[in-house]
């Protein structure tokens, strides 16, 4: 099992990585809610996108690590 260490934090791979792609869902189900999109919306979808970036990043990092070193 691959682990993930952030600040204080050990997380495995596969659930840092179901957290971004929750996030990615999140955003995804707002996007399509066009009655509710305002800027305000936006703007909570954008930071919701970053942080399903910033979640998924080190997952990224991890896996280009082990195919480095395969």
Known sequence: MTTITLPGQNIAAIDQMDA???LLRT???ALHSRDL????MTDAIA???NDAINTL?????AVN???KAA
């Open 27 to 29: 955003a995804w189900l």
């Open 57 to 61: 990043r080190p997952v990224r990092e």
């Open 65 to 67: 690590s082990a195919h």
């Open 37 to 40: 999109l305002d800027d305000t």
């Open 47 to 49: 930071n919701t996108l």
């Open 20 to 22: 971004g792609i929750d």
